[in-house]
């Protein structure tokens, strides 16, 4: 699988773009302006099937409308996350973004446990609350590829003082990632991809006490 990095929106948030099959991928997390990517996808004759989104806040959906519209792509979110789609509020945006929110008007829910089929690859659904309450990491167990969100970062994790964040949550997510017996090559929602492996030994959240 070829993945594409770019960092959108205010936070820099990043947006990969993963091939599928020849001619046809999918992205996860579009955080501000598609332009880039519209453009990607143009030069290199791809069409984009569908937006996978890691969780809701504003600097990983910003974009999401804009390019849903454009390239008719199928948008998928965990439910408990499902709401911040179409609040400048849940999202945090009302409190941190200065650019003109843009709710998505149309998504599909994920679960736990969930496989969803794109070309030649298969997406796992791993529900990781903690940074949001619908917090999830996608798994392409052929490729040994993980999209962590603001799950997993390298050597660190996201967040948990946002309201619906919880450090609780968060710690027994990262006992599910300690849990997984592959050696993940991780792309994260915001800096360096890593590996699963280096941040078991590495990262000081994901240690065992």
């Given at each position: 699988?070829?993945?594409?990095?770019?960092?959108?929106?205010?936070?820099?948030?990043?947006?990969?773009?993963?091939?599928?099959?020849?001619?046809?991928?999918v992205a996860f997390d579009i955080g501000g302006s598609?332009?880039?990517?519209?453009?990607?996808?143009?030069?290199?004759?791809?069409?984009?099937?569908?937006?996978?989104?890691?969780?809701?806040?504003?600097?990983?959906i910003g974009g999401v409308e804009e390019l849903r519209k454009a390239v008719g792509a199928e948008v998928f979110i965990h439910d408990d996350d499902a709401p911040m789609l179409?609040?400048?509020?849940?999202?945090?945006?009302?409190?941190?973004?200065?650019?003109?929110?843009?709710?998505?008007?149309?998504?599909?829910m994920v679960r736990d446990g969930q496989l969803i089929k794109d070309g030649n690859c298969c997406f796992r659904v791993l529900h990781t609350p903690g940074?949001?309450?619908g917090s999830v990491c996608y798994?392409?167990?052929e490729e040994n590829i993980m999209f962590s969100g603001d799950t997993l970062f390298c050597c660190s994790v996201g967040?948990?003082?946002?309201?619906g964040s919880s450090p609780e949550s968060m710690r027994r997510s990262l006992e599910r990632l300690r849990e997984l017996d592959r050696d993940y090559?991780?792309?994260?929602?915001?800096?360096?991809?890593t590996t699963l492996n280096y941040e078991k030994e590495n990262n000081p959240y994901m240690r065992r006490k």
């Open positions: 699988m070829t993945v594409k990095t770019f960092q959108l929106g205010e936070l820099n948030a990043n947006c990969y773009i993963a091939v599928t099959a020849p001619g046809q991928c598609p332009r880039l990517v519209l453009e990607f996808l143009k030069m290199n004759r791809l069409k984009l099937t569908k937006i996978f989104l890691t969780h809701g806040h504003f600097d990983h179409s609040s400048s509020g849940l999202s945090l945006h009302s409190a941190i973004s200065i650019m003109p929110f843009a709710p998505v008007t149309e998504f599909s940074h949001s309450m798994l392409c167990d967040r948990t003082d946002f309201p090559k991780v792309y994260p929602g915001h800096n360096e991809f």
